[in-house]
């Protein structure tokens, strides 16, 4: 097989939870044009509907489903869904993911957020149910219909910077005034994250179901200048990622092209975590 022919995803399914998101929608991009029929799966419907819809436009074949991670009757009925109208799952991308923002409309809006001293108790369980306990769920459903077709399998549990290292509370400063924090949460599931998909990977061995971790750097979405000239400064790069710079990665890991790689973490930041 030539070389490129390793990352075709022709004949495949994927399902992407979190898959109206920033990222999200740009895996299911990624996917949908590698080959792979694409399950495009959100708790705002009205959001996978758009993205499979102008997927499909296109000449790809998606189908929008509504799925709240956090539910277990939600997460099987999902999953039976994308069996019964595409046919298969070979590929799990766990995007859905609670990540307090700090683009323009949220400091407009004046949020002072994530102090840890007193973080809510109620944002903190909700992270850990979507970020960890939603993960957990729909990749349980998920691995099921890919051991009963042979035990071959990707899945992809996307992470964060922010879960190798403590976020730089600096960034989140305007002019001189506190905007906010990165809260505790994040950090801690998306840390969470990279232990899940080490334990998965060596829990299938002597299976072709392989899980790794993809980790994205920050990617631009209407940020502040400020903001940008900050995050810049600490990467390599010298600029944010934009929303497509994963795509290349998530294929990779999706495909054949990573076929000997499991229980590992890609990381996509620009350099932040080089230095």
């Not at 060596?202 to 072709?208: L, P």
């Not at 790794?212 to 903001?227: C, I, Q, S, W």
Request: proline share 3%; charged share 20%; hydrophobic share 40%.
């Amino acid at each position: 097989m030539k070389i490129l022919d390793k990352f075709g995803l022709a004949g495949r399914t994927a399902l992407v939870t979190g898959g109206g998101g920033l990222l999200g929608a740009e895996f299911c991009r990624a996917l949908a044009e590698a080959g792979a029929s694409v399950a495009v799966a959100d708790l705002n419907e009205p959001a996978a509907e758009k993205i499979a819809t102008v997927l499909n436009r296109e000449g790809n074949r998606c189908e929008a489903f509504t799925c709240d991670v956090t539910s277990p009757e939600s997460v099987g009925s999902l999953v039976d869904s994308v069996l019964a109208k595409l046919g298969g799952l070979d590929i799990l991308v766990n995007s859905a993911a609670l990540d307090p923002k700090f683009d323009a409309e949220a400091i407009q809006r004046g949020n002072l957020l994530g102090r840890f001293e007193d973080y809510p108790l109620d944002q903190w369980n909700a992270a850990l149910g979507v970020n960890l306990t939603g993960m957990f769920l729909v990749t349980q459903a998920c691995v099921k219909p890919m051991l009963e077709r042979g035990g071959r399998g990707s899945i992809i549990n996307i992470c964060s910077t922010y879960g190798l290292n403590g976020p730089d509370q600096r960034l989140y400063m305007k002019d001189g005034k506190r905007i906010g924090y990165k809260p505790v949460c994040y950090t801690v599931t998306k840390a969470g994250v990279l232990g899940f998909t080490k334990y998965l990977a060596a829990y299938y061995t002597g299976t072709e179901i392989r899980v790794n971790a993809l980790t994205p750097g920050g990617v631009f979405n209407d940020h502040d200048d400020e903001f940008v000239r900050n995050y810049a400064a600490r990467t390599i790069l010298g600029r944010m990622a934009r929303r497509d710079e994963m795509s290349g990665a998530l294929v990779f890991l999706a495909s054949d092209a990573s076929s000997y790689m499991t229980g590992s973490n890609l990381v996509v930041d620009g350099g932040w975590t080089a230095w």
